[in-house]
């Protein structure tokens, strides 16, 4: 058998597990498993996975109580904290049919990205693009939006965003958030 398949059977067999998985390990076996659960979403090989809600709660969780809170404690944070975010902006890319499960913790952590602090690099403009793909698909979910009292500050933080990106994708995706918070 080749290797590409034995790889799509293991992440169909894998995906069909995760929600029996995700409930029975705790963070630090979820933080082990994170780099083979990206490799499977990033190459596409089993969109069950990806669309997983318990994954997207997991990853939403890893983010702000275990790295965004604890950003200034350790140095390494920042590289993994983005690599989460990635992984989620990757999903919803993937996925636009998905409604990442935002908190109004969440949101208001997004927006406080110090964007002064971004320069016209290629990682800092990556960082708008994967900031962009969150808000955007929060954009999409209004009910929520307005359930989080969020709209003034995601209003403003996409605006912010728009005045600092140079990618025509990230500005793609801001002006269709901020045209679906304006509507």
């Known amino acids: 058998m080749p290797i590409v398949e034995h790889v799509s059977i293991h992440a169909d067999m894998f995906s069909i597990e995760l929600d029996k998985i995700l409930d029975k390990i705790n963070d630090e076996m979820f933080e082990s498993l994170l780099v083979q659960i990206s490799q499977v979403i990033r190459e596409a090989r089993a969109p069950q996975i990806a669309t997983n809600k318990q994954l997207h709660n997991r990853l939403i969780k890893l983010y702000y109580y275990k790295l965004y809170k604890s950003l200034n404690e350790k140095e390494n944070n920042q590289t993994y904290m983005m690599f989460v975010l990635s992984l989620l902006a990757e999903i919803v890319r993937q996925h636009q049919e998905v409604k990442l499960p935002f908190t109004r913790k969440i949101v208001l952590a997004l927006l406080t990205f110090d964007l002064e602090s971004f320069d016209q690099s290629e990682e800092g403009q990556q960082l708008l693009a994967i900031l962009a793909v969150l808000l955007g698909n929060l954009a999409k979910q209004g009910k929520l939006v307005m359930r989080l009292k969020v709209e ?32």
């Open 152 to 183: 003034h500050q995601l209003n403003e933080g996409i605006l912010q965003l728009l005045s600092k990106t140079n990618h025509i994708f990230a500005l793609q995706i801001l002006l269709k958030a901020l045209k679906i918070l304006q509507s």
